[in-house]
């Protein structure tokens, strides 16, 4: 059974760094194919793609954010952590994290961590 | 701005079907396979439709999933109370990102 976990709620200052991880059972990803995303969800907005991270240690990154966003993994201890720079309160938001299979789709999210910007 | 265009809100009564669209590009849509997420308040996004028509073990028939060129189409048959959620398209873009759509708003009257 795949189960997936982020991290505490927290809040942050303005232009402080964010640290989410992203604790998970059930799969490894070591095992070729194997993808874990980052998602998020501002109060009553859509949800957002943010990046990924592959079995291979390959990384993709949206456009938009990818100045401030490192994604990256301990195999061992099955943790994905992912780091945003510079948080503004607009990047208040629920950020979740979920398994990727085979390229495809998301079949698996944590339960999301709602994460506060504020002064 | 979602790169993926989705209604913002559908409605439909208890046993009715309803659709729901998502359009997107040549690289996106176009070019890869779509995923539909149902996210009922207060929860994550829970996977409906992969692989632009298979439902994953658990997903009733009464959802199906199609896709036509650059548009996807999510349809809801015999509408229950419990369908009341949002509802998110997504796929795969060639240029390496995810993309989602603005999500749709399901309201059974």
């Known amino acids: 059974q795949i189960t997936l976990k982020e991290s505490d709620p927290t809040l942050v200052k303005p232009t402080q760094t964010l640290t989410l991880t992203c604790t998970f059972s059930?799969?490894?990803?070591?095992?070729?194919?194997?993808?874990l995303g980052w998602i998020r969800q501002p109060p009553g907005k859509a949800l957002e793609w943010l990046a990924l991270i592959y079995w291979d240690d390959d990384k993709r990154y949206s456009p938009s954010l990818r100045s401030r966003l490192t994604i990256t993994k301990d195999t061992s201890r099955n943790q994905v952590v992912l780091t945003m720079t510079n948080m503004d309160p607009v990047d208040t938001a629920t950020y979740f994290c979920a398994h990727e299979a085979a390229g495809d789709y998301f079949d698996y999210w944590g339960q999301g961590t709602v994460v506060t910007v504020s002064s | 701005q979602s790169v993926l265009t989705q209604p913002p809100s559908a409605s439909g009564t208890p046993g009715q079907r309803v659709t729901i669209s998502c359009s997107g590009s040549s690289s996106s849509i176009g070019s890869n396979y779509v995923s539909w997420y149902q996210q009922l308040p207060g929860t994550a996004p829970r996977l409906l439709i992969y692989g632009n028509n298979q439902r994953p073990s658990g997903v009733p028939d009464r959802f199906s999933g199609s896709k036509s060129g650059t548009s996807a189409s999510l349809a809801i048959s015999g509408l229950r109370s419990e369908d009341e959620a949002d509802y998110y398209c997504a796929a795969w873009d060639d240029s390496l990102t995810w993309v989602f759509g603005g999500g749709t708003k399901l309201t059974v009257l």
């Open positions: 059930g799969f490894s990803l070591s095992t070729s194919g194997v993808g």
